[in-house]
């Protein structure tokens, strides 16, 4: 159904996106392999004011000997590609999570060993509207949040959570329900970002909740809820239904969080976000406070 858009480049099928007029050169300082599927890239800015952009924007990145850039959501805060303020910081950089694919020419490049690609320089451009604050909506008015990821989708709100973390102001009530596939032997640190999450939720134990969805494990429950139990996450077996979305916005109301007055993201694959999109309009967020991207 969707098979159209999802084989165009990157560059053609954010062609209408918004995009910054400069093309950025970085330098890649680590690379870190966090399950067979994702890497974690941290890229150096070496010179200049640091690179500005919004929580949730991606890169067009542009690789050695491939033509056509790639696209890739940056999932550092805004905050870490600035220049330190004391030099004991490591210096301004970006971060990408990047799923391989064999049919993506700037992925299977980012697939080399990673001592090739240590050190090596790529060229980059800020651009997306999948942002926060949402336009329009003065963020300190936002009482509730909820953040919907499928897979990889974390990596947008990932930004977007350390961002409010670290600037403010944090809604009254910041739900994430967090879906992923993954093997029985797998541990928490290999389901990307997942230990930032929690970590997320122990520096805001009374306003934000981190749900997860753990699909394609059923046969062994038992032991992962033994392996991954911590306070403050709630893992669940199975996909998002429409019941996970009702139960946040019902416990809004009984905390006299309005859901009018709050709002919604979503990131994931098509179908995952078109369903979890209705959901939330359906519960009572107005139409305007949704917002989505997909991931191809």
Excluded at 137 to 149: K, S
Excluded at 262 to 286: E, F, I, N, Q, R
């Amino acid at each position: 159904m969707y098979t159209s858009k999802q084989n165009l480049p990157h560059e053609e099928r954010t062609a209408s996106e918004p995009r910054g007029s400069d093309l950025h050169t970085v330098k890649i300082r680590s690379v870190k392999q966090v399950n067979q599927d994702i890497r974690v890239f941290k890229l150096g800015i070496e010179s200049g004011p640091g690179i500005q952009f919004r929580p949730g924007q991606w890169l067009d990145v542009h690789v050695p000997s491939v033509p056509k850039a790639g696209g890739f959501t940056i999932t550092s805060p805004p905050e870490a590609a600035l220049p330190p303020e004391d030099n004991d910081h490591a210096g301004p950089y970006l971060e990408l999570a990047i799923q391989y694919s064999s049919e993506n020419p700037p992925v299977d490049w980012l697939w080399q060993p990673p001592d090739i690609l240590m050190h090596q320089n790529l060229n980059v451009r800020v651009g997306g509207s999948f942002v926060w604050p949402p336009a329009e909506i003065p963020p300190e008015t936002i009482e509730g949040a909820i953040f919907v990821a499928g897979g990889v989708g974390i990596n947008p709100l990932i930004s977007m959570l350390t961002h409010l973390s670290i600037s403010g102001p944090f809604p009254r009530k910041v739900h994430i329900i967090y879906s992923t596939k993954c093997e029985p032997l797998i541990s928490p640190p290999e389901i990307l970002f997942l230990p930032r999450l929690i970590a997320l939720a122990d520096r805001h134990p009374s306003d934000l909740y981190l749900q997860l969805h753990v699909t394609s494990i059923e046969r062994a429950k038992s032991s992962v809820e033994k392996l991954w139990a911590c306070d403050h996450l709630r893992l669940q077996f199975g996909r998002v239904k429409r019941v996970a979305i009702a139960n946040v916005v019902e416990g809004w109301r009984r905390e006299e969080v309005s859901p009018k007055r709050s709002v919604g993201y979503v990131c994931g694959p098509p179908a995952m976000t078109d369903k979890m999109v209705k959901c939330l309009k359906d519960m009572g967020l107005p139409k305007e406070r949704v917002f989505c991207e997909k991931w191809w």
